[in-house]
């Protein structure tokens, strides 16, 4: 039964989780409409929407990290002969989602640094 909450309150927080993510691609796409083009959306990213982006990257990590590690806990209490294996998975699963969110964060500033040397 403890793990059944703990699967379906890491449910409920993916899905509020993904939720934000697409009303900030629809308000971006709302965006890029308006302005008809990648360059002059971009343009609209400054200093401050790098420094926004790098936290909202880091604040996604720590949310998926907490998540996993919350989860395999929970599951690792339920079967403790699959612990070690499970904590290994765990990990790993980390390490890529650090790699996804992190590279979404390094995409937009190597984006904005592109545009601002001209090269769009």
Do not use: C, H
């Not at 309150?9 to 965006?31: E, G, K, P, T, Y």
């Not at 929407?49 to 209490?77: D, E, H, K």
Request: charged share 10%.
């Amino acid at each position: 039964m403890k793990m059944k909450n703990a699967f379906r309150r890491v449910l409920i927080a993916l899905f509020l989780f993904v939720l934000s993510l697409v009303v900030i691609l629809i308000f971006i796409i709302i965006n890029w409409v308006e302005f008809e083009s990648i360059p002059d959306l971009l343009m609209m990213v400054d200093f401050t929407g790098i420094l926004l982006s790098t936290l909202a990257v880091s604040i996604l990590i720590l949310v998926s990290i907490g998540l996993v590690f919350w989860l395999a806990r929970t599951w690792s209490a339920e079967q403790p002969e699959l612990g070690d294996k499970i904590i290994q998975l765990a990990t790993i699963t980390n390490v890529v989602l650090i790699f996804v969110f992190g590279g979404m964060g390094v995409g937009l500033i190597i984006l904005r640094t592109l545009w601002t040397i001209g090269y769009f």
